[in-house]
């Protein structure tokens, strides 16, 4: 009986999986970037032991609305707290036994924790670019740790199968061919990204470049165009069959918590599967003056990043969930073995059989109100794509535009840069939908040539 009330107690605080982002990324993908961060302001204060979480997403925000100093402020908290969160939550690790992995703490993603770096790097350009070759250092060093932390029972390391990100060794790359006295760490980067992205449209050309040590010729300096377009992957509920590999990893675990005992028969079980959007645009179309528009090329693909990291950790993430499930089956059998036992010494079969069936129906309920955990990132970009344009000395007008199919969509956005003479200027554009208008912001503004971008008042 004490079993049952915890079942139902459990139960009680249970809810169907839902997406908490569903109406912020909504009013995203409308441009409403108001309603947007409104949304998440919201869960911050419902739910602070994720605002970690809803701090990146709100980051994301922050730059459509061309705050890159806000979004660096709310990157960074969340940087230390995703550090923070791994493996911390043991109060939120027996409700997700209870219920599901809804009840922890959030913990994030590898290609999370690797692109927010990522990010970081990119809005930090926008103020100056004082830390983006250490944010770019960072992304390669987050990376390498996550690959090598983890194990499987056989003492294997799956992750080491995750495909590297090159955008930090780009943005690395780029600044230091500013730089006169880096240029041979530039082609070293440089020559990275070519390895990590052989279908990088640009690598030849950058590792050329480097190698002869020109930075621009006399009279002109660089403009270094970084585009973030579409919206990443999000998550759905999805029933997952259990395979082999994912159940003999179960059985390992059972086995070891329980010192022996065979896990029982579980074929299907909720995990939280990829989802994406199809209507996303494929890459920006650059204009300069009026002039020509070339198309961005893509250095790091988040939605294939996302999809690696899945597919390598598919059978874990199956096996953890077969392994809630088991517990919730060895609980509920547990209980009725000890109903049956009492009802054989009052010899009350009637009342045994009631007792039996309630605790059944209350099984079914408990497991019932399991659902995916579909927390993500749900606003990072679909993919980081660049461009460098070599340009005159003085005033540029760039125009970012998305394009999808040979189709351009939307209207131009447009920022004016101050070149200046064989120095690096970037431009960072958001382009989240193919029909909207894309924010683009420069480090060197023409109206005030001479200083890094101030964003509006926070």
């Known amino acids: ?199 990088f449209r640009f690598a030849k050309e950058n590792v050329e470049r480097a190698t002869n040590g020109k930075h621009s010729a006399k009279g002109n300096g660089v403009v270094h165009v970084i585009a973030l377009v579409g919206r990443g992957p999000y998550r759905v509920e999805k029933n997952e069959v259990a395979t082999q590999v994912s159940l003999a990893i179960a059985q390992w675990i059972w086995a070891r918590s329980r010192d022996r005992g065979i896990l029982p028969n579980i074929a299907k079980v909720p995990i939280p599967g990829l989802a994406y959007h199809p209507d996303n645009p494929q890459q920006a179309l650059v204009s300069v003056d009026g002039g020509t528009a070339v198309s961005t090329a893509t250095v790091t693909d988040v939605e294939a990043a996302a999809r690696n990291e899945f597919e390598v950790m598919r059978d874990a993430i199956v096996a953890r969930a077969v392994l809630r499930r088991a517990f919730k089956i060895v609980v509920a059998e547990g209980a009725k073995a000890g109903i049956e036992a009492g009802g054989r010494r009052q010899k009350d079969r009637q009342a045994t059989e009631l007792a039996s069936l309630a605790v059944d129906g209350l099984a079914l309920l408990w497991t019932a109100t399991e659902g995916a955990d579909l927390r993500c990132w749900s606003l990072l970009p679909a993919s980081f794509q660049v461009l460098r344009l070599e340009l005159p000395v003085g005033a540029h007008t760039i125009a970012v535009q998305p394009a999808r199919g040979g189709n351009v969509g939307g209207i131009a956005g447009t920022v004016d840069v101050d070149v200046r003479d064989g120095t690096n200027s970037y431009v960072l554009a958001l382009l989240p939908v193919f029909g909207g208008t894309p924010t683009v912001m420069t480090s060197h503004p023409a109206a005030a040539a001479g200083s890094p971008t101030e964003p509006a008042p926070e």
């Open 1 to 199: 009986m004490r079993v049952a009330v915890l079942v139902l107690s459990a139960c009680a605080f249970a809810a169907c999986a839902s997406d908490p982002m569903l109406a912020a990324r909504g009013a995203y993908s409308a441009g409403d970037y108001v309603a947007a961060r409104a949304a998440i302001d919201e869960l911050i204060a419902d739910d602070g032991s994720n605002a970690h979480l809803w701090r990146a997403e709100r980051s994301m925000v922050d730059l459509a609305q061309g705050q890159p100093k806000a979004a660096i402020t709310g990157l960074r908290s969340a940087r230390d707290a995703y550090d923070d969160a791994e493996g911390s939550d043991a109060l939120g690790w027996l409700g997700s036994v209870l219920l599901d992995d809804r009840q922890m703490r959030y913990q994030g993603y590898d290609y999370e924790k690797i692109l927010l770096r990522a990010l970081l790097g990119a809005a930090d350009l926008m103020q100056g670019g004082g830390d983006a070759i250490a944010y770019g250092l960072q992304v390669f060093e987050v990376q390498q740790r996550l690959m090598e932390a983890y194990a499987d029972q056989s003492g294997q390391k799956p992750k080491l199968r995750y495909k590297q990100v090159a955008f930090g060794n780009y943005l690395r790359a780029i600044v230091q061919e500013g730089d006169p006295l880096q240029m041979e760490e530039a082609r070293r980067n440089h020559q990275k990204v070519a390895e990590l992205e052989p279908g």
